[in-house]
């Protein structure tokens, strides 16, 4: 297991770290409200070299990401208002998952059931307001 201690200030290395040391563009990111897993995303996303800002998709569920060239670059799903995983199945999950793109999930626990076997689990802990423990 890898494992970063990393504060607000280096997030973005926290970011290039997950981008260099992952098997799979996979990520689902595990950690309580407030743990900054979209900040470390957005975080993501611009080490991609994905263009505009990057938000939480909370309310359209997912967002996609491009880079300068307009080629899709990620996709980031926040199922935290989702109710259940046939919800997910309305979106049409299964398109989104099926991709070479990169996929970043926040709130995966809502779809356990649909998640790849090889996706990457990404573990945010809080120590402190500044301060955070990655691991997976």
């Not at 994905?50 to 491009?66: D, H, M």
């Not at 208002?81 to 919800?87: G, K, T």
Request: glycine share 6%; charged share 25%.
């Amino acid at each position: 297991m890898k494992k970063l201690v990393y504060t607000d200030k280096e997030v973005t290395d926290a970011a290039a770290y997950i981008i260099n040391n992952v098997a799979h563009k996979f990520l689902c990111f595990y950690g309580e409200m407030g743990a900054g897993k979209t900040t470390l995303i957005k975080a993501i996303v611009t080490e991609l070299g994905g263009q505009g800002q990057a938000n939480s998709p909370t309310f359209g569920i997912v967002n996609e990401y491009y880079d300068l060239k307009e080629e899709l670059i990620a996709y980031h799903f926040d199922f935290y208002r989702l109710n259940d995983e046939v919800e997910a199945y309305d979106i049409g999950i299964e398109d989104y998952f099926n991709t070479d793109s990169w996929v970043f999930i926040e709130w995966p626990e809502k779809i356990q059931n649909l998640l790849p076997s090889d996706a990457i689990k990404i573990k945010i802990e809080v120590v402190d307001s500044v301060t955070r423990v990655l691991s997976f």
